[in-house]
């Protein structure tokens, strides 16, 4: 292998590609990078066997050849080099990397025994906005869970209703539903929530389209000059739409920086209950009011006007509602519930395609 590069481009692939190189674990050619050319571009490549990343970047080939290169390494040694021409060279096992000032050599390893996940040859292949895609992620992966006794809620429920696409999550503590765009196609994908927080920070600020395709076992996200490429989770999604109210007995239309302010201050004093908070929609003084106590330190009431209609209180916990208010665009949002017993749900007013539901805890 024989090829010139950019210092721009080969630490900007890296830095996509290597996060998912695994530090731990019986294989250690996992915490490499590959490296290969392929149709006079270089391919930057790693695994953890459940998510893969690659990116191609362009280069100047000589010589074709692979080879496997520690990936912390070949990251740190590159960001550090001056902006400009590289020059690779692969002598046996060494990969021999120059610029005008740097001449070094990194041990690698054969590309032989690298890992690669299995093509998709039958596959389902559609297209969505990148902005939009990573706009529902951030939305939406917050809410899905970290308990590996549960493995489907820790995945994102990526699926097609009623002619749209939705991303779903859930801890059943709490849950995170989008509506992205109409899609004609069939998609029932159960996606893990780790490899979609990758997708996020491979998309980045791209405004191209992403290209999806799947099977049954994988599926693999194409944007740009990258690819990701995932295992599905096994299992059946829970019947989730059950969850969400069509109408409320209680509603609030309140100031998003107004609701984040009165919560803040109330999480202070909720800390020693797991972030419990009271929260009570009074119609006749149009207002929203939260309370806390704290055995300890005391107490704390704060409220903020807000269009009411139907008194109500039901308490919850404020981490999960200051979560759902960050993700939110709108200034203004919609908070309603139907009863103390009963989830509550927190929205855009001016826009219907996103729901934060947030279960009550026991007053």
Do not use: C
């Amino acid at each position: 292998m024989k090829l010139q590069v950019t210092q721009e481009n080969l630490h900007k692939a890296l830095t996509n590609v290597s996060r998912v190189a695994s530090t731990r674990g019986t294989l250690p050619i996992l915490s490499n990078v590959l490296l290969k050319t392929v149709d006079g571009r270089l391919s930057i490549a790693a695994t953890n066997l459940d998510i893969a990343i690659t990116q191609f970047i362009g280069a100047k080939v000589s010589e074709d050849g692979l080879i496997t290169v520690p990936a912390r390494l070949m990251q740190d040694f590159i960001s550090s080099l001056p902006s400009g021409v590289i020059d690779m060279r692969l002598d046996e096992s060494k990969l021999h990397i120059e610029t005008e000032q740097y001449q070094s050599v990194i041990n690698g390893i054969s590309a032989e025994d690298y890992p690669v996940m299995p093509d998709i040859d039958n596959g389902q292949t559609w297209s969505v906005s990148a902005t939009a895609l990573k706009t529902a992620l951030q939305q939406v992966v917050l809410a899905a869970s970290g308990d590996e006794a549960r493995p489907v809620l820790t995945g994102v429920y990526m699926h097609v209703f009623e002619g749209s696409l939705y991303v779903v999550a859930t801890d059943s503590y709490r849950l995170a539903e989008k509506k992205i765009t109409s899609l004609k196609s069939t998609v029932s994908l159960l996606i893990p929530a780790a490899a979609l927080q990758e997708l996020m920070r491979v998309v980045g600020d791209s405004d191209d389209d992403v290209t999806v395709t799947h099977d049954d076992q994988q599926v693999l996200f194409r944007v740009g000059d990258v690819e990701l490429v995932t295992r599905l989770i096994e299992g059946t999604y829970p019947d989730y739409r059950k969850l969400i109210p069509e109408k409320y007995s209680s509603l609030a239309e309140i100031k998003k920086s107004e609701l984040q302010n009165i919560t803040k201050v109330s999480s202070l004093f909720a800390r020693e209950n797991a972030g419990s908070v009271t929260i009570n929609l009074d119609e006749s003084a149009q207002a929203v009011s939260i309370r806390s106590v704290a055995s300890q330190v005391g107490e704390n009431i704060a409220s903020a006007p807000a269009k009411v209609t139907g008194d109500g209180t039901i308490t919850l916990n404020s981490r999960y509602i200051l979560d759902a208010l960050h993700v939110i665009g709108d200034d203004t949002v919609r908070f309603g519930f139907n009863g103390k017993l009963e989830p509550s749900v927190i929205k855009g007013a001016k826009t219907d395609d996103y729901n934060h539901i947030v279960m009550p805890l026991k007053s």
